[in-house]
């Protein structure tokens, strides 16, 4: 079945202490992003990825960094997590870099205590 | 950056009702999509429709790009329909995606 899946679903932290999300689709798409939803503010990206090695920032990047060194993976690293960073995270990805459909992964909610 | 609005921010409707909602953007787009998240926060694909016109069943979407709006009609409203809709749109030229703040929908029996 052709998905993007995100590990974990559900997280509770502390402040500091490093966390990774997975994202991984099979669908052999170029494009990944990260987004963050919260309340009042809609959905927001953070990083995307073109291609294998190539990320770029979002409209929110701070405090988040990403790597890509497959083409199917796609993970989320919040070095040092703090509580402005409690948030429901999506993946994403689509065929084509620029103008592709994206399908969404099923979504991470973080609390940072 | 490029400016996505929706309208309206909330409606509550009966069940079999229609309803038409609106997507507005400031700039030319090679992309514009369609999603419902469901009250378990999921986000299902409605529809790819950076211009034209699309229909799946009860739904359909118009884009008007060079007037730079997308419609979303929801025909014969049904319980599950309820929800938040949001488009979202990449600019022509870009590679980021901007979401509007979406429209909550409520039908009720």
């Known amino acids: 079945e052709a998905q993007v899946t995100q590990n974990p679903r559900y997280l509770i932290t502390v402040t500091g202490k490093k966390l990774t999300v997975t994202c991984s689709q099979n669908?052999?798409?170029?494009?990944m992003s990260w987004y963050r939803q919260d309340p009042g503010l809609g959905l927001r990206q953070i990083y995307y990825?073109?291609?294998?090695?190539?990320?770029d920032k979002g409209d929110v990047p701070e405090g988040y960094k990403v790597s890509r060194k497959e083409k199917r993976n796609f993970p989320l690293i919040l070095e040092s997590p703090s509580p402005n960073q409690t948030s429901l995270y999506f993946c994403?990805?689509?065929?084509?870099?620029?103008?592709?459909?994206?399908?969404f992964g099923p979504g991470t909610r973080l609390t940072v205590t | 950056g490029i400016q996505v609005e929706q309208s309206p921010p909330d409606l509550i409707l009966q069940v079999g009702a229609n309803s038409t909602l609106r997507c507005n953007f400031s700039?030319?787009?090679?992309?514009l999509q369609w999603f419902h998240q469901n009250p378990w926060g999921q986000l299902i694909n409605l529809f790819y429709?950076?211009?034209g016109t699309k229909q799946n069943g009860r739904l359909s979407a118009t884009t008007v790009a060079t007037e730079r709006y997308s419609l979303l009609y929801i025909s014969s409203s049904q319980t599950t329909d309820s929800g938040v809709y949001f488009c979202?749109?990449?600019?022509?030229?870009?590679?980021?995606?901007?979401f509007g703040a979406g429209t909550r929908l409520f039908v009720k029996a």
């Open positions: 429709i950076p211009s």
């Open positions: 979202a749109v990449e600019r022509t030229g870009g590679f980021k995606t901007i």
């Open positions: 669908m052999n798409h170029e494009y």
């Open positions: 994403a990805s689509s065929f084509f870099p620029s103008g592709g459909e994206q399908y």
């Open positions: 700039d030319s787009v090679n992309n």
């Open positions: 990825s073109m291609n294998v090695e190539v990320t």
